[in-house]
Every structure is written in structure tokens, then in C-alpha cells.
């Protein structure tokens, strides 16, 4: 075991104050309250050791370990406190020093090491009670190696506990699984400060809010020192940076500080007996309600005029909804519900859209906490009440178990591919805890491997399914997989799930891909979404792109789609303290739009915005974009409203000219709500028959074919509009129609001689009532050419300034014919050019045109014609000289 390893079982390590977001450096504002630099006055036996400072002893810290003063070696001054390695650990304390808990303290140091391997060199911060008893410890990052100048480490700010009354400064010399028998390291500079502590609340209420309810924020502030004055600004910014309102608040105590009890040691405060309980002030700030949307809360601490500490957390406003009990989305909390209490997390949890939760639980039924198992089946029973179906994680098993597998652990498979009496005990008190509510259990949390190409996988889950039905109920056993493996086989695809990740970052179109997959009898399939980096990419990236990946997702058809990290501070949509990030309205937005929905499909819009329908309980629903801004103009349906990704709503009313609602589309998704679904699926539902015809002289049928898709008759006007130059009969037919009755409008199609080969915009305009009347348009293509016989062509400017046409006719005719055509180039102003296609069999045939002055063509638009020689087919191609110039530079 390496060092590091070591230390993080052996100390806890440093956190900042629940809730509060730390932007200014703390150590700059911090006032010194305590030094150690080992100078003379601190050894005023001269024995070489500091005064008052202590020795742990027993085994693994033998007391022939040499530890001095050195006066040859300093970061600061002429000294330095020197711990000699020599095959075991050393640890040095200085005397407890009294201390408050209304401040938050801050430790610096410097350290140097030369020629440890094995050993580090750390320092460490422990809080004692009034008993002098041990209750918290701190420690410094790991100094090994060899250091040829002096390494700093910090601590803090750490808010101690309550019931803290002295702190001790530990010199620790540690070493890993084996110890170095030379080496040194020394301690110098060690400072500890202390700082007010300052807390935004952080709940339920003070995060997600409803738009009528007023704003309250709320900051206590603590450690405030006689004789300083203290202000306090705050402010609430919008999801841009923007600030919207501000508040400026003197916090000087007016009043000094009642006395605490007596202390001692090198305190460079208040001497023995005058140490004063610092002020504690709490500011209430009131504002009126806020329109949806995410916003920023900061508060900046000044002394003297100058910023000392910043704390900044956030809260979102939006319209509180009822639970959908059946649903996608959910939430993998595999590192555990962060610091959110977890009656609030089920708050949350009901507003966000989800209906799936998972967390681990092994370890819970052996934590020192013995209330943490029934608090945990509370909050699991509050879940599934609301339609929230939680998932048990054993990703964490018990330290006695783990320990088994101490060398070359490669993943929780190991555990469960034992025979089941040896992990069956200590599974059975987490089934018999939670299974009345936890039907479904995952083995290994979302980066475990361990299970992808294992053999007789299916038997092994299917074993670990029958015990686990022991006690639990119809249980479902999932692990974890990638979407590039092959999914494995099962006999019982029902009572298995595949909590699906990738290695690489996946673009939303080959998640889609992934999911849409087919794979027979491999279990459910559950899409893992981790967010793009913080760190790497802007906010509206990472918003963009995650919305995406949820929309790709569900029309992939996954069965459940997961975010993950869902509390990283890199990643999270909620932070550690349950404040919500800028990823939580766009997750919310489209988790709660999309929940339970079914997806229908894409309309064909002007603006060839990306756009993708669901509908459920009579409302449609459809989340839009476009790379570049577009502008889209389509009749929905009466109440419609576009949400952008942070919640922000705006009514689109219909415009009374043209019978549509018109809204700006653009890179960011927009979710459009309160659509009619009748008129989508009637929309998405209508088609042509054939929808194309040959190129060909001579009349042709087809029809326009759908259902009426709204819950009861309809009766009116449906009409067609093709090419003006195309001769349509008939144009228009009366409709009536019973709920749910198909219905077919018969026409006849005459196409002219110019008709250009390809696919032409066609409409279809619905004039009906049903319940109320209903205009809409259907937008369609129609397709001239059966696709056996295609043109392409392609101009280009030559060097010596002349136009060169290439044309390419492709013959894919089955059964095959062979086929002549007589082609004919159209150019204004000019004679045709002609040229012939002698019997092309399958394959293709190049011809080259010639013209002069391509820069003067450049625009203009020409035509080729290709008929057929004793044949009806009619080929037309048009097109604009130079389109693909610039593109092919």
C-alpha cells in the first residue's frame, strides 16, 4: 500500500463549511491567532525539543526515532523542528490551545523532505471537547520524496464542531506499508489563523421556490471580533451574471463580546482568562417574488473595508408540480445524498422529473450510525409514495468483506462470484432492511468493469437473483456494462438491467444510435448521462448538451435514463450542499416535459429546425433547435408555451393573420409545451399513398391517406397544394370522419415537361372542427423519379476562365434496361447544347458541357434536360452556377 493509500484510511481529510462555496482566498483575510518556527524562545529548556509539546508513544511510533530543533535548516527564521525516519512513525503535538467554534480556522505550514520513499511528512488539526477528548482531525496533503526547497500546505477554513474547545497542532512523520530507514523531514512556519464563519442557508425552501412566493435570504455570520468594523454585501444575480438586486449591511459589534473560559498555550490573542465569545449576527434580506429562472446568491464578508470571505450558493424559481408516477428519468447517487438531509432530498427528487433513485446501501446496516438504516427505509418509503421507485447500489461492501480481496481487487464481481454462503451474510441484514421497498439492486457502482465479459455471467446473475428472492420479492439484478461491448445473453431478460456508460465522451446522435440497438434478450437497458466538465466547457454547452443527450435517450427507447455524479462539483446538477447548479432547470425542464411521454417523431418545419414530438395525456410536447437561428412558424395548438432550458416561460400566442404561432429557434434547445396532440398526430399521421411518381409523361394516382385522430367526428376542408406548374385534380375534399376512422382523398397528377427530377415542398392544409375548429398545415415532399434513374451535376470554374458542366446520369433500373437519352442544356440567352447518353445499362454515364465566362454565369440559374429516346422518361435538373464554389476552396 502506497502512502497515500494509507493516510486516507488511517485520518479523515479536509472540508469546507456546509453550503458555502468559497471564492477569495480565506488565508488573506485570516488573522494569525497561533505560531510555531521553533526559534529559541520556544525551547527555553534548550533540550532540544519545543517547549510544552508532546510525544505519542506505543507500538508503530518507537521512541529511537530522533526528532530535534535543527538550527542549520529553516523555511523562516534559523529553525526548524527535524524528524529523523528510521523504520517507524513519528507524531509530535503541540499543548491544546483554547479555541472557539464561532470562528472557522485555517492552518498553513511548510514542510521539506529528503530521500523518504515510503514515509510522508504531514501536519494535522485536531479539535478537543472540554475533556481534552479528541472529537475531529484535519490533516495536510502527504510531503515525500526529496524537496530541495520547502513545500507549503494549507488547511481550512475548517468550522469545528460545536462542542469543540481546544485545538492541537500535530507534526506527523507516516509511513505506508513499510517504513524508510532513512530520510528526513522538517516543520516550519506553522500558523493557524482564524476567520468569521458566514452560511447562506441552504434547504429546500431557500433553493426551489415558487414564483409567487417571496425571496428570503438568510445569512448568519459568526466570529465577528471586538474592535473591527464588519460589513456585509449581498446580491442575487441572474442566470447571466447579471445583478438584480443588491443589499449593503453593517455588522460592527456595538457592544463587546462576553469572556469565555480561561486557555493557554502560544495563543497571540487574548492572554489566559480573556478569550471573549465572539459576536454572531444573522441578516434576513427580503425581496419580492422573482419570474422562473435560476439565479446566483452572494455575500461578501468585508473588515475594514476589505473582503475577507465570499459564500455563495443559488435557488431556482419555478411552478411546483404534482407527481407522474411512471417515468424515465432518475438519479444514480452512487457517492451517497452529498450533504442534503434526506427528507429534503425526497423534496427535490419529486420537483426534478425523476422516478428512479439509486443509492448504495451495503455499508449503511454497518455504519456507527445505528439510525441511518431506518431513516434511509423512511426515505425510501417517501419515494415510492410519490412514484419514485428506488434502486438499491451494493457498491460498497463492509471493510470485513472488502478486506478479503485486499490484493488485486478488480471489481464488486469478485465478491459475487463466490459461492453465495460467503457473501449471502452479510447481504442478508441490507435484503431484510430494505427489501420490502427495493426490488431492484445493481452490483458495483457505474465505473465498475468487472462484470463485462465475464463467463456464465447470466448463471451467476441468476444465482445471485435466487437468493436475493430469498427474502426480497421478484427482484431485478443489474451491473453495469458499456455501450461498446456486446450486450450479454440471458435466459430471463426480465429480471436483469444494463446500467449503460461509455469509456468516451458520446455525442447525442451515437447515444441514440447506441440505444436504439436491438438487443434481444439482454435485459432492460438503463443510459447512463454524465454532464460535459464544469471546467472545460460554458454553461450553455453543458446545458445544450445534456438536454440533448436526454432527448437522444428517450428516443432511442431506453428503459430508464440516468444522470450521474449528480452532486460533483464538476459535474452535478445539485451541489454537495443540495443547492442547485446551472444543469438543474435544463434537466428539470426536459425530465418533467418528457416523463412518461411517447415520442412521436419530427414535423417538417420551414426553418429545418431539429425538433422531436412526444405527447402524453392529450398534450404534445416538442423540444427544438437549430445550429444556426431560424425562425419557425407552425400552428400547435391554443395554449402553447416555449420553456427555455432554465425554466423561463413565454406564451406563444397564435397569430390571427396567418392561423400559426411563430418563435425563434437557435442553438439552445427550446421545450415547447401545451401543444394539441390530436392535431400532431393527425399532423405526423397524414401522408401520400405513393408519395412519388416516375419521370414520366402521362397521368398518375396517388392519395392522401390518414386517420382522424381527435376523440370524436371531424368535418371540413382538406386541400393540396403542389407546384403551380403541375396539374392536380382534384385540389380539395370535404372530410368527414369518425374518432379514430381512417380516411382516403383519391387525386390524379399530371406532371409538365419541366418538372425537376427530386423531391418538391408539397402542402396539405386541414380546415376542420372538431371540438372547436382547427386550422393547421402538414408540410410534405414529393418525389419525381422512382430513384432507378438519377442526375447529378457539378459546375466549376476552369483556369482559363471557362465554365465546365459535368453531368452524371446513374442507371439502377431492376431488372435492368438499357437506356438512351437525348440532353439538352438550357442557358438564357444562349443556343442549347445537346448531347447523347447511348445505351447506358446499369452503372453511370459522364457528359461534359463547356461555356465561356464562368464569373459572368456565376448565379445564374440553368437547366438540363435528359429525355428519353423511345421511352416516357423525363429527367429535369436545375440549379444556380457557383453554389459550390467557396465550399470546395
Same mark, same amino acid.
Given at each position: 500500500?502506497?502512502?497515500?493509500?494509507?493516510?486516507?484510511?488511517?485520518?479523515?481529510?479536509?472540508?469546507?463549511?456546509?453550503?458555502?462555496?468559497m471564492?477569495?482566498?480565506?488565508?488573506?483575510g485570516?488573522?494569525?491567532v497561533?505560531?510555531y518556527?521553533?526559534?529559541?524562545?520556544?525551547?527555553?529548556?534548550?533540550?532540544?525539543?519545543?517547549?510544552?509539546?508532546?510525544?505519542?508513544?506505543?507500538?508503530?511510533?518507537?521512541?529511537y526515532?530522533?526528532?530535534?530543533?535543527?538550527?542549520?535548516v529553516?523555511?523562516?527564521g534559523?529553525?526548524?523542528?527535524?524528524?529523523?525516519?528510521?523504520?517507524?512513525?513519528?507524531a509530535?503535538?503541540?499543548?491544546?490551545?483554547?479555541?472557539?467554534?464561532?470562528?472557522?480556522?485555517?492552518?498553513?505550514?511548510?514542510?521539506?523532505t529528503?530521500k523518504?520513499?515510503?514515509?510522508?511528512?504531514?501536519?494535522?488539526?485536531?479539535f478537543?471537547?472540554?475533556?481534552?477528548?479528541?472529537?475531529?482531525?484535519?490533516?495536510?496533503?502527504?510531503?515525500?520524496?526529496?524537496?530541495?526547497?520547502?513545500?507549503?500546505?494549507?488547511?481550512?477554513?475548517?468550522?469545528?464542531?460545536?462542542?469543540?474547545?481546544?485545538?492541537?497542532?500535530?507534526c506527523?512523520?507516516v509511513?505506508?506499508?513499510?517504513?524508510?530507514?532513512q530520510?528526513?523531514?522538517?516543520?516550519?512556519g506553522?500558523?493557524?489563523?482564524?476567520?468569521?464563519?458566514?452560511?447562506?442557508?441552504?434547504?429546500?425552501?431557500?433553493?426551489?421556490?415558487?414564483?409567487?412566493?417571496?425571496?428570503?435570504?438568510?445569512?448568519?455570520?459568526?466570529?465577528?471580533?471586538?474592535?473591527?468594523?464588519?460589513?456585509?454585501k449581498?446580491?442575487?444575480?441572474?442566470?447571466?451574471?447579471?445583478?438584480?438586486?443588491?443589499?449593503?449591511?453593517?455588522?460592527?459589534?456595538?457592544?463587546?463580546?462576553?469572556?469565555?473560559?480561561?486557555?493557554?498555550?502560544?495563543?497571540?490573542?487574548?492572554?489566559?482568562?480573556?478569550l471573549?465569545?465572539?459576536?454572531?449576527?444573522?441578516?434576513?434580506?427580503?425581496?419580492?417574488?422573482?419570474?422562473?429562472?435560476?439565479?446566483?446568491?452572494?455575500?461578501?464578508?468585508?473588515r475594514?473595508?476589505k473582503?475577507?470571505?465570499?459564500?455563495?450558493?443559488?435557488?431556482?424559481?419555478?411552478?411546483?408540480?404534482?407527481?407522474?408516477?411512471q417515468?424515465?428519468?432518475?438519479?444514480s447517487?452512487?457517492g451517497?445524498?452529498?450533504?442534503?438531509?434526506?427528507?429534503?432530498?425526497?423534496?427535490?427528487?419529486?420537483q426534478?422529473?425523476?422516478?428512479?433513485l439509486?443509492?448504495?446501501?451495503?455499508?449503511?446496516?454497518?455504519?456507527?450510525?445505528k439510525?441511518r438504516?431506518?431513516?434511509?427505509?423512511?426515505?425510501?418509503?417517501?419515494?415510492?409514495?410519490?412514484?419514485?421507485?428506488?434502486?438499491?447500489m451494493?457498491?460498497?461492501?463492509?471493510?470485513a468483506?472488502?478486506?478479503?480481496?485486499?490484493r488485486?481487487?478488480?471489481?464488486?464481481?469478485?465478491?459475487?462470484?463466490?459461492?453465495?454462503?460467503?457473501w449471502?451474510?452479510s447481504?442478508?441484514?441490507?435484503?431484510a432492511?430494505?427489501?420490502s421497498?427495493?426490488?431492484?439492486?445493481?452490483?458495483g457502482?457505474?465505473?465498475?468493469?468487472?462484470?463485462l465479459g465475464?463467463?456464465?455471467?447470466?448463471e451467476?446473475?441468476?444465482?445471485v437473483?435466487?437468493?436475493?428472492?430469498?427474502?426480497?420479492?421478484?427482484?431485478?439484478?443489474?451491473?453495469?456494462?458499456?455501450?461498446e461491448?456486446?450486450?450479454?445473453?440471458?435466459?430471463?431478460?426480465?429480471?436483469?438491467?444494463?446500467?449503460l456508460?461509455?469509456?468516451?465522451?458520446?455525442t447525442?446522435?451515437?447515444?441514440?444510435?447506441?440505444?436504439?440497438?436491438?438487443?434481444?434478450?439482454?435485459?432492460?437497458?438503463?443510459?447512463?448521462?454524465?454532464?460535459l466538465?464544469?471546467?472545460?466547457?460554458?454553461?450553455?454547452?453543458?446545458?445544450?448538451?445534456?438536454?440533448?443527450?436526454?432527448?437522444?435517450?428517450?428516443?432511442g427507447?431506453?428503459?430508464?435514463?440516468?444522470?450521474?455524479?449528480?452532486?460533483?462539483?464538476?459535474?452535478?446538477?445539485?451541489?454537495p450542499?443540495?443547492?442547485?447548479?446551472?444543469?438543474?432547470?435544463?434537466?428539470?425542464?426536459?425530465?418533467?416535459?418528457?416523463?412518461?411521454?411517447?415520442?412521436?417523431?419530427?414535423?417538417?418545419m420551414?426553418?429545418?429546425?431539429v425538433?422531436?414530438?412526444?405527447?402524453?395525456?392529450?398534450?404534445?410536447?416538442?423540444?427544438?433547435?437549430?445550429?444556426?437561428?431560424a425562425?419557425?412558424?407552425?400552428?400547435?395548438?391554443?395554449?402553447?408555451?416555449?420553456?427555455d432550458?432554465?425554466?423561463?416561460?413565454?406564451?406563444?400566442?397564435?397569430?390571427?393573420?396567418?392561423?400559426?404561432?411563430?418563435?425563434?429557434?437557435?442553438?439552445?434547445?427550446?421545450?415547447?409545451?401545451? !401543444?394539441? %396532440?390530436? $392535431?400532431? &398526430?393527425?399532423?405526423l399521421?397524414? *401522408?401520400? #399513398?405513393?408519395?412519388? @411518381?416516375?419521370?414520366?409523361?402521362?397521368?398518375?394516382?396517388?392519395?392522401?391517406?390518414?386517420?382522424?385522430?381527435?376523440p370524436?367526428g371531424?368535418?371540413?376542408?382538406?386541400?393540396v397544394?403542389?407546384?403551380?406548374?403541375?396539374?392536380?385534380?382534384?385540389?380539395?375534399?370535404?372530410?368527414?370522419?369518425?374518432?379514430?376512422?381512417?380516411?382516403?382523398?383519391?387525386?390524379r397528377?399530371?406532371?409538365?415537361?419541366?418538372?425537376?427530377?427530386?423531391?418538391?415542398?408539397?402542402?396539405?392544409?386541414?380546415?376542420?372542427?372538431?371540438?372547436?375548429?382547427?386550422?393547421?398545415?402538414?408540410?410534405?415532399t414529393?418525389?419525381?423519379?422512382?430513384?432507378d434513374? !438519377?442526375? %447529378?451535376? $457539378?459546375? &466549376?470554374?476552369?483556369p482559363?476562365? *471557362?465554365? #465546365?458542366i459535368?453531368? @452524371?446520369?446513374?442507371?439502377s433500373?431492376?431488372?435492368?434496361?438499357?437506356?438512351?437519352?437525348?440532353?439538352s442544356?438550357?442557358?438564357p440567352?444562349?443556343?442549347?447544347?445537346?448531347?447523347?447518353?447511348?445505351?447506358?445499362s446499369?452503372?453511370?454515364?459522364?457528359?461534359?458541357?463547356?461555356?465561356?465566362?464562368?464569373?459572368?454565369?456565376r448565379?445564374?440559374?440553368?437547366?438540363?434536360?435528359?429525355?428519353q429516346?423511345?421511352?416516357?422518361?423525363?429527367?429535369n435538373?436545375k440549379?444556380?452556377?457557383?453554389?459550390?464554389?467557396?465550399?470546395?476552396?
Open positions: 500500500m502506497n502512502v497515500a493509500a494509507a493516510l486516507m484510511m488511517a485520518l479523515t481529510t479536509p472540508g469546507a463549511a456546509p453550503g458555502v462555496l471564492m477569495l482566498d480565506p488565508f488573506h485570516a488573522v494569525p497561533l505560531e518556527s521553533f526559534e529559541a524562545n520556544e525551547d527555553s529548556d534548550y533540550d532540544g525539543f519545543p517547549d510544552d509539546w508532546s510525544r505519542r508513544k506505543g507500538p508503530g511510533f518507537p521512541s526515532i530522533k526528532s530535534i530543533i535543527d538550527r542549520s529553516a523555511a523562516e534559523k529553525a526548524s523542528l527535524s524528524i529523523e525516519a528510521n523504520g517507524g512513525g513519528a509530535f503535538y503541540s499543548p491544546p490551545t483554547p479555541i472557539d467554534a464561532a470562528h472557522s480556522w485555517l492552518l498553513e505550514a511548510s514542510l521539506r529528503q523518504l520513499r515510503l514515509d510522508a511528512a504531514l501536519v494535522s488539526v485536531s478537543l471537547d472540554h475533556r481534552w477528548q479528541r472529537i475531529e482531525r484535519h490533516v495536510t496533503r502527504p510531503v515525500t520524496g526529496t524537496h530541495e526547497g520547502w513545500v507549503p500546505v494549507r488547511l481550512g477554513p475548517i468550522s469545528p464542531p460545536r462542542e469543540a474547545h481546544f485545538v492541537v497542532i500535530g506527523h512523520l509511513p505506508g506499508s513499510q517504513s524508510d530507514l530520510g528526513t523531514a522538517w516543520f516550519d506553522i500558523r493557524l489563523k482564524k476567520l468569521p464563519q458566514m452560511e447562506l442557508m441552504s434547504n429546500f425552501h431557500t433553493h426551489f421556490r415558487q414564483r409567487s412566493a417571496q425571496i428570503e435570504v438568510r445569512s448568519v455570520v459568526s466570529g465577528l471580533d471586538d474592535g473591527e468594523s464588519y460589513h456585509l449581498m446580491q442575487i444575480l441572474d442566470v447571466s451574471g447579471r445583478t438584480l438586486s443588491e443589499t449593503y449591511r453593517d455588522l460592527t459589534p456595538e457592544e463587546p463580546a462576553q469572556a469565555e473560559g480561561p486557555g493557554n498555550g502560544h495563543w497571540a490573542g487574548p492572554t489566559v482568562g480573556e471573549r465569545k465572539p459576536h454572531r449576527i444573522e441578516v434576513n434580506w427580503s425581496l419580492p417574488p422573482h419570474d422562473y429562472g435560476y439565479y446566483d446568491v452572494r455575500a461578501e464578508l468585508q475594514a473595508g473582503p475577507i470571505l465570499e459564500a455563495r450558493t443559488s435557488f431556482t424559481v419555478f411552478d411546483l408540480g404534482d407527481a407522474v408516477h417515468g424515465e428519468f432518475g438519479w447517487l452512487e451517497g445524498p452529498g450533504e442534503m438531509p434526506l427528507r429534503e432530498l425526497a423534496d427535490v427528487a419529486v426534478s422529473g425523476i422516478n428512479w439509486k443509492l448504495p446501501l451495503w455499508q449503511s446496516v454497518y455504519d456507527d450510525d439510525e438504516p431506518g431513516q434511509i427505509a423512511e426515505f425510501f418509503d417517501r419515494l415510492s409514495i410519490r412514484g419514485i421507485t428506488p434502486v438499491g451494493l457498491n460498497d461492501p463492509p471493510p468483506l472488502r478486506g478479503k480481496f485486499a488485486n481487487w478488480t471489481g464488486i464481481s469478485e465478491i459475487f462470484t463466490m459461492p453465495s454462503k460467503f449471502s451474510p447481504l442478508s441484514p441490507v435484503l432492511r430494505y427489501a421497498t427495493v426490488r431492484h439492486w445493481q452490483l457502482g457505474e465505473s465498475d468493469d468487472s462484470f465475464m463467463a456464465r455471467l447470466d451467476t446473475l441468476l444465482t437473483k435466487h437468493e436475493f428472492d430469498r427474502i426480497g420479492r421478484d427482484t431485478r439484478i443489474g451491473v453495469h456494462w458499456t455501450w461491448t456486446p450486450p450479454p445473453q440471458t435466459t430471463n431478460p426480465s429480471a436483469l438491467f444494463l446500467s456508460g461509455s469509456r468516451e465522451e458520446m447525442a446522435d451515437a447515444l441514440q444510435s447506441a440505444a436504439r440497438s436491438g438487443r434481444p434478450r439482454s435485459g432492460a437497458r438503463w443510459a447512463l448521462l454524465r454532464p466538465a464544469r471546467s472545460k466547457h460554458t454553461d450553455e454547452e453543458r446545458a445544450s448538451d445534456l438536454v440533448r443527450k436526454m432527448v437522444a435517450a428517450r428516443i427507447g431506453a428503459d430508464a435514463i440516468f444522470a450521474t455524479d449528480v452532486f460533483h462539483p464538476e459535474y452535478g446538477i445539485l451541489n450542499s443540495g443547492a442547485p447548479t446551472r444543469l438543474y432547470l435544463p434537466w428539470r425542464t426536459t425530465a418533467i416535459a418528457l416523463q412518461g411521454a411517447e415520442y412521436l417523431g419530427s414535423f417538417d420551414a426553418g429545418r429546425s425538433n422531436h414530438v412526444f405527447v402524453r395525456g392529450g398534450e404534445m410536447m416538442m423540444v427544438v433547435w437549430s445550429e444556426t437561428p425562425e419557425e412558424s407552425i400552428y400547435l395548438g391554443e395554449h402553447v408555451v416555449a420553456n432550458i432554465q425554466g423561463r416561460q413565454q406564451l406563444i400566442p397564435v397569430d390571427t393573420k396567418t392561423g400559426c404561432q411563430t418563435f425563434a429557434v437557435g442553438p439552445m434547445p427550446l421545450t415547447i409545451r401545451g !401543444g394539441s %396532440e390530436p $392535431v400532431a &398526430r393527425l399532423r399521421g397524414t *401522408r401520400f #399513398e405513393r408519395g412519388r @411518381v416516375p419521370s414520366a409523361y402521362g397521368e398518375h394516382r396517388d392519395a392522401i391517406v390518414g386517420t382522424n385522430t381527435f370524436q371531424v368535418n371540413g376542408q382538406v386541400t397544394m403542389f407546384p403551380p406548374e403541375w396539374e392536380v385534380e382534384p385540389k380539395a375534399w370535404m372530410l368527414q370522419a369518425g374518432a379514430g376512422e381512417n380516411f382516403r382523398l383519391p387525386m397528377i399530371v406532371l409538365p415537361p419541366n418538372a425537376s427530377l427530386g423531391k418538391q415542398p408539397v402542402s396539405i392544409d386541414f380546415d376542420i372542427v372538431a371540438d372547436r375548429q382547427y386550422k393547421f398545415r402538414v408540410t410534405h414529393y418525389e419525381v423519379g422512382l430513384g434513374i !438519377g442526375v %447529378e451535376v $457539378v459546375d &466549376r470554374r476552369l482559363d476562365g *471557362r465554365l #465546365e459535368e453531368q @452524371v446520369i446513374k442507371n433500373t431492376s431488372p435492368p434496361e438499357t437506356l438512351n437519352f437525348r440532353c442544356l438550357f442557358v440567352q444562349q443556343r442549347r447544347q445537346i448531347l447523347f447518353v447511348t445505351k447506358l446499369q452503372g453511370e454515364d459522364r457528359k461534359f458541357y463547356h461555356l465561356a465566362n464562368a464569373d459572368a454565369l448565379g445564374q440559374e440553368l437547366w438540363i434536360r435528359a429525355e429516346v423511345g421511352g416516357m422518361r423525363v429527367l435538373y440549379w444556380k452556377v457557383g453554389e459550390s464554389w467557396d465550399a470546395a476552396k
